[in-house]
């Protein structure tokens, strides 16, 4: 196989794979809604709560995680620059 079609095999593979990544539905979460934004966290989503009530975050329950934007960034893989997933966000609403 020459250099051009390993390249463009290559890219192709990449871009099916991040493109893969992006339609990946919402974590599922347990605990409080506390525990559950701190897991997401820890696992590298952003997270935006959406608070329904007055309570605090350690009392409030999970209603519900939705998936949000996905943040690309560059990576170089040798064979010029492609997106990759950098960051992925996901909202969480809680319920107080």
């Given at each position: 196989?020459?250099?051009?079609?390993?390249?463009?095999?290559a890219?192709?593979?990449?871009?099916?794979?991040?493109?893969?990544?992006?339609?990946?539905?919402?974590?599922?979460?347990?605990?409080?809604?506390?525990?559950?934004?701190?897991?997401?966290?820890?696992?590298?989503?952003?997270v935006i709560?959406?608070?329904?009530?007055?309570?605090?975050?350690?009392?409030?329950?999970?209603?519900?995680?939705?998936?949000?934007?996905?943040?690309?960034?560059?990576?170089?893989?040798?064979?010029?620059?492609?997106?990759?997933?950098?960051?992925?966000?996901?909202?969480?609403?809680?319920?107080?």
């Open positions: 196989m020459n250099r051009f079609a390993f390249a463009t095999v890219a192709a593979v990449v871009l099916t794979t991040c493109a893969a990544g992006t339609a990946a539905a919402a974590p599922a979460v347990t605990g409080s809604a506390q525990d559950a934004m701190n897991a997401l966290e820890s696992n590298g989503y952003s709560v959406n608070k329904i009530g007055r309570g605090r975050l350690a009392e409030c329950t999970v209603d519900s995680v939705r998936p949000g934007a996905t943040i690309l960034g560059p990576f170089d893989a040798g064979i010029g620059s492609v997106n990759r997933i950098d960051r992925q966000t996901v909202y969480l609403t809680a319920k107080c």
